[in-house]
């Protein structure tokens, strides 16, 4: 149901984007789909595959929507991969790369890939990562720019900073801070499903980059480990 959803939602991003989201947008169903059938098969229980539907909701109103999807595997030892997938109203990207595990309460990632805005253009995108656990708290710290971005130009950075507590089996309690979005708490519900969900939102009651505040602007989630 949660892939029916995503690729439903896929398609009307596409159409609301214009037709220059076509090739990228379908990149990333194929990868989804790809990378399902091949989670299916795999015997690595330790990999990760998440498909999230998830929408922005600022005074009452939708101004964004998306799908995206992120894959984890480990190769040998400490190393492992990992591949993201985003399309969203007038934007898509898709890159992977290497992660590197010096601890087993640490995670770090490097990855590039591409990304391609509504006129059709398409451009370089890189990224990098950060993550951290010890018993029930964690935090991920997940950075992404593109070749402008050592030029001063800011407009391509973005960046999403989540520590978390697991207070109970189906109930995590934390914080997000996502550039372009806000900051504020966040809750996230497990679902009992199987392949396993989460239901989760993130009230962001202000911008701290910016010094401003917005009061009802909400990200809202729903997604599925498989």
């Given at each position: 149901m949660l892939l029916t959803l995503a690729i439903s939602?896929?398609?009307?991003?596409?159409?609301?984007?214009?037709?220059?989201?076509?090739?990228?947008?379908i990149l990333v169903l194929v990868f989804c789909a790809l990378t399902i059938a091949i989670t299916s098969q795999s015997v690595q229980a330790d990999g990760a595959t998440v498909v999230e539907v998830f929408s922005a909701v600022d005074k009452g109103d939708i101004h964004l929507a998306g799908v995206d999807m992120f894959v984890a595997r480990p190769i040998k030892g400490k190393l492992g991969m990992s591949a993201f997938a985003l399309v969203v109203p007038g934007w898509a990207q898709v890159y992977a790369g290497p992660t590197y595990a010096p601890k087993d309460w640490l995670v770090l990632g490097v990855s590039g890939g591409v990304e391609q805005v509504a006129n059709g253009n398409l451009g370089l995108r890189f990224a990098t990562?950060?993550?951290?656990?010890?018993?029930?708290?964690?935090?991920?710290?997940?950075g992404e720019f593109n070749p402008d971005s050592?030029?001063?130009?800011?407009?391509?950075?973005?960046?999403?900073?989540?520590?978390?507590?697991?207070?109970?089996?189906?109930?995590?309690?934390?914080?997000?801070?996502?550039?372009?979005?806000?900051?504020?708490?966040?809750?996230?519900l497990a679902l009992p499903t199987k392949?396993?969900?989460?239901?989760?939102?993130?009230?962001?009651p202000g911008e701290p980059e910016r010094l401003i505040g917005h009061g009802g602007r909400m990200l809202l989630g729903v997604q599925g480990s498989f």
């Open positions: 939602l896929t398609l009307a991003t596409v159409h609301s984007g214009g037709e220059a989201l076509m090739r990228i947008s990562s950060a993550w951290a656990g010890y018993k029930k708290f964690s935090l991920l710290a997940i050592f030029t001063g130009d800011t407009s391509g950075v973005w960046f999403d900073l989540t520590p978390r507590y697991q207070a109970a089996p189906w109930l995590t309690l934390g914080a997000k801070w996502r550039r372009g979005v806000g900051a504020g708490p966040l809750v996230e392949p396993s969900g989460t239901i989760w939102f993130s009230w962001m």
